[in-house]
């Protein structure tokens, strides 16, 4: 605390010395101006007058009247020979050419009575005394005033290092593992915001802790089925079970813990700030079709509709995610639907929408945000032989956000759930180009 009081208020004195050093030197200066302006105006007069006075008396009685005007003249004044004071060439030529001269040491005024050796001499004046001269009682009063200043500093810092001291001590809790800490600081507090920010990342790291934690279950949980089963499988093989119907058995549950180690770490990737798609310009009809035809193998037909107004339509995605969220939705409305799967493809106002239709029964809509979250499936999916880890979703979700779009899931004109997919793009004409 000390240190840093130290260098708060050091820094304060030296601003304040600085603008008062700078301030009070303009204001003597602009002061010692107009000073010098009426002075020279008032000996200029009174030198008339003096000179004028004289102007018809012989010189053997100037002494004398010089002495009776001097009670009546406002400054001292003295008749002296031109060369009474040492004076600069320049000085002496201006005095000797008829001009008023100050000489600064002394505080005078010199004017030659013409045609004589003589000068009338005015001063010393007191107050010509250089006012940018620093005194004691300056000295005194700026000394005050700086220890004055380290009052307002230590008031302001005294809550100001409370405050800080408070969140250090819970950023070090939170170091060790305590994410539950909260700052707590007054509303008037100059640290308030920081607090709030402290809070709010606090918060943050508890929930993706929680969540972690949530999804490091959901794992476990899922390896543990194929994994029991296998063993399950390897004792019937010991007992002397027909061996080709165990293995192929077997040979199934790793593909199913491959396949749920492939879809995580496909989300993790997906996941990470520093991922890029790689869009490009798609033709999107064919494409379509193409990926179609592979993904209703063994299966129905999935018609293809184009609602782009265009017959080849070029759009900006990453093909290799995007055949992946397409394979992701048709795989869940084959898996959930009802046998009848549609695909649109639509474009407006600078957005892409991709639709995948089935006639199930449908999400109901207070779980649909919840399904886009790993690991979250409906109540039925996750024992059915059908349900699969609840990552499809949220790979199709995190994808369409590295687009820059979303997924949306509503209810088809088929009955069942609409998958729609939305991202930006231009659309052009493939055969224009
Ligand atoms: N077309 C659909 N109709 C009805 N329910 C659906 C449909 N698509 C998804 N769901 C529900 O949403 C849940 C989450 O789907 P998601 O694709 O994320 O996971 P999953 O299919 O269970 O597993 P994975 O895709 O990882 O193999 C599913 O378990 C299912 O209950
Ligand atoms: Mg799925």
Redesign the pocket.
Known sequence: MRQLFLRFYLTVVVCFLASALIIGGLYKHMIERINQHYLTDIFQTTISIVEEELGDLPQSIWHSEISRLRGKLPVPVEIEQLDAYTLSPGNRTALADGDIILVEDEDIYLHRIPETNLMVVLGPVPYLNRLDNISWPDIVGLVLMCAALGIPTWLWMRPFWRDLLALIRQSRKMGNGDFAVRAVLSENSALSPLGSTFNRMAHDVEELTASRQQMIDAISHDLRTPLARMRYRLEALKAGAPAEAQTAGMERDLEAIDQLVE?WLTLRKLERSQFKLELQPMEMQPWLERQLGELAVGGVAIPLENATGLRAPLMEADSYYLSRVLS?TIS??K???GGRIEVSLGWHDGVATLNVD?N????PESERER?LQPF???EG?RNRST????????IVAMVMRGHGGDIRIEDSPLG??R?ALHWPTSLKDANRI
Do not use: Q, T, V
């Not at 349900?387 to 949220?394: D, E, P, Q, R």
């Open positions: 879809e992701n869940n409305a898996r959930y639907g089935d199930g029964p449908g999400i399904l979250e499936r409906l999916s349900g699969g880890y609840g990552l499809g979703l949220a069942g759930a998958i």
